[in-house]
Each structure stands twice: as C-alpha cells, then as structure tokens.
C-alpha cells in the first residue's frame, strides 16, 4: 500500500526496526547521518538503499524539518555509498519515491541507488 507522505512518523516502519537492530539488513555503510543496505526484493543488479538515521518520513519531511548538518550527512553519505560501490564511472540512478502517486511505501525516507546495467527509459508508467 502506498503511503500519503503527509502522514506522521511511524516509530515501527520497517526501516525504523532496521535502524533500532530490530529487523536484520546486509548493511553496507553506516555512519552518524545515514544507514544504507542492500534492497530486499533488488530491481537491478545492485540495488542499495540509503536511509537518514533520523525520523523522517519522506523527502519532503527531510528537506523541511531535517537539520543542515543531517541534511549534508545524508546527502554525503548517498555519494559515498555510490562511490564506494565503484559506480561514479559507469553510473547509477537514484530515486526517492515521495507519497501516494510515486507508491512510496515505507514510511522512513529513503533513496534507491540503481546500478549494473543500462537502466533504461527514466519512468515506465
Ligand atoms: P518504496 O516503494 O520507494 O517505498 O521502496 C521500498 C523498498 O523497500 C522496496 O524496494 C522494498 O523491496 C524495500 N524493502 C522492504 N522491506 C525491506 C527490508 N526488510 N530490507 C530491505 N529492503 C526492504
């Protein structure tokens, strides 16, 4: 189900149980802003998930309340991730579903990074 990114924060998300220990992840980066692990059902042949480590639930709740300093950590840390992974040369494509017409559907922000292959026309609708 599509979550309305209106809505207020859910403590018991998924990505919220992830960031508490609570549910398990094949973690790739963690530091003080951001957690960011391998997505469970991948789209692509890598497909990685970066997360704030704050309580935000969605783009727009990030961009709004989020600190400057957990808004450059985040913002670093998805750059890093992609880095790390060895995908600046050959490229990756991020995504940040917001609400109901995107089908967001955990209620924790989040960005997809795609990458191993040619990644096709930007939206299928
Ligand atoms: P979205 O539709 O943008 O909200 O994307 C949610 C993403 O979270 C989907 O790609 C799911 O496959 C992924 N996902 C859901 N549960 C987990 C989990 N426990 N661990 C990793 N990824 C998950």
Redesign the pocket.
């Known amino acids: 189900m599509p979550i309305d990114a209106t809505q207020p924060y859910d403590d018991n998300n998924?990505f919220a149980r992830?960031l508490r220990g609570e549910?398990p992840?094949k973690t790739v980066y963690d530091d003080e802003f951001a957690l960011a692990?391998?997505?469970?059902?991948p789209?692509a042949p890598l497909h990685i998930?970066v997360i704030p480590k704050g309580a935000y639930v969605s783009w727009d709740d990030f961009s709004a309340r989020a600190s400057d300093a957990e808004i450059a950590g985040f913002v670093r840390a998805v750059g890093q991730v992609a880095r790390d992974a060895g995908l600046v040369a050959p490229g990756y494509r991020l995504l940040a579903?917001t609400g109901l017409d995107s089908?967001?559907?955990?209620p924790h922000l989040?960005v997809?990074i795609f990458a191993g292959q040619k990644l096709g026309p930007m939206l299928a609708i």
Do not use: G
């Open positions: 998924i992830i549910l992840s692990f391998h997505d469970i059902n789209q998930l579903n089908h967001q559907e955990v989040h997809h």
